[in-house]
């Protein structure tokens, strides 16, 4: 089982998917074995993101089975976001388990010779299984018991902050449930003005009341005003409070597929193949010199070119087989 604990990690750990997926099909290469089935457990955007792109990279050798609490997928993204989201994940036929808790995940061994399965005990040359027990989180859904070969575990994240302090010592620094930071407004640490908290670790309320979200736009803007505020309070100056500025979400659905909604436009959902080239235009004016952009913006050039020559020598195998 595989944990990705956030979108800002995910791209380390789709390295270590990819290697996984490939010792699975070298696996069952030569051999008459069924499809390789791959669980993920929550369906917020990491969840949805990692499933469209598995499915897309399985094509017709896996499936993908998605698992969420909810009973609606990206329950906090814009609504144009979540239905753009969920027409890929219903064209890739990805079976999706909404209203639905995990609640065991065993490993079992299935017998080559008489197909049964042997739980907790490995057999010599059988293959390994993993069985979820789903427990139903809504009222009139049956609980269901599922089969895979990899899990990959999206469901929440933690903070770090709790590790860096003695288990035996009171609080240093003020944490609430989640184990987050209890900020200032201006981004200082309750009780210690001269330290600064951001990102996830983080824990700051908008004018209403609501926790900002956990994610890199909120931490991209915090940043600008904690550079400020620490040269503020070295030198004795005012500082800011923090003021988050919602641009809108992106998300991605595949290697050519994404969903960009922009705030600041209402009702305006960009996807498919321009929703993927806004979110890369995005992107590249994000980065923090001309440099970075130009390396970026080159590396995405190449790789389409890549792609795109790949695709040809496929379509062309593909003639030449059925001639």
Not at 101 to 127: F, L, P, Q, T, W
Not at 237 to 243: K, M, S
Not at 270 to 290: F, I, N, Q, S
């Amino acid at each position: 089982m595989v944990i990705i604990k956030n979108r800002n990690v995910a791209l380390f750990y789709l390295q270590k998917v990819e290697s996984e997926l490939k010792m699975l099909e070298r696996r069952r290469f030569g051999k008459k074995s069924p499809p390789i089935q791959v669980a993920i457990v929550g369906l917020g955007y990491s969840g949805v993101e990692l499933a469209a792109t598995i499915s897309e990279r399985l094509k017709n050798t896996g499936t993908v089975k998605a698992i969420n609490f909810q009973t609606t997928i990206c329950p906090n993204a814009p609504p144009g976001n979540r239905e753009a989201a969920l027409k890929v994940l219903e064209s890739q036929n990805i079976q999706l388990f909404l209203g639905y808790s995990v609640n065991c995940i065993r490993e079992v061994y299935a017998s080559e010779d008489s197909g049964s399965m042997v739980a907790d005990a490995k057999v010599g040359g059988d293959d390994k299984k993993l069985v979820l027990e789903l427990q139903a989180a809504q009222r009139g859904l049956q609980s269901q018991v599922l089969e895979a070969d990899l899990v990959l575990w999206t469901v929440g994240s933690q903070s770090q902050i709790l590790r860096l302090q003695p288990p035996d010592a009171p609080y240093v620094i003020p944490l609430n449930g989640r184990g987050q930071v209890e900020t200032e407004e201006t981004l200082q640490v309750k009780g210690h003005p001269r330290t600064f908290a951001i990102g996830d670790s983080a824990a700051l309320r908008d004018p209403s009341g609501k926790f900002l979200p956990a994610n890199a736009q909120v931490a991209f803007q915090q940043a600008d005003f904690a550079g400020w505020n620490l040269w503020a309070a070295i030198n004795d100056r005012p500082l800011l409070p923090f003021r988050f500025q919602n641009l809108g979400e992106m998300m991605t659905l595949g290697r050519n597929d994404a969903a960009i909604t922009a705030n600041f436009i209402e009702g305006l959902t960009l996807e498919g193949p321009v929703g993927h080239a806004a979110r890369k235009l995005v992107y590249c004016l994000r980065m923090p010199t001309d440099e970075h952009r130009v390396k970026v913006g080159v590396s995405w050039l190449a790789k389409g070119a890549v792609d795109s020559l790949a695709s040809l020598q496929t379509a062309v195998s593909n003639i030449i087989a059925g001639s």
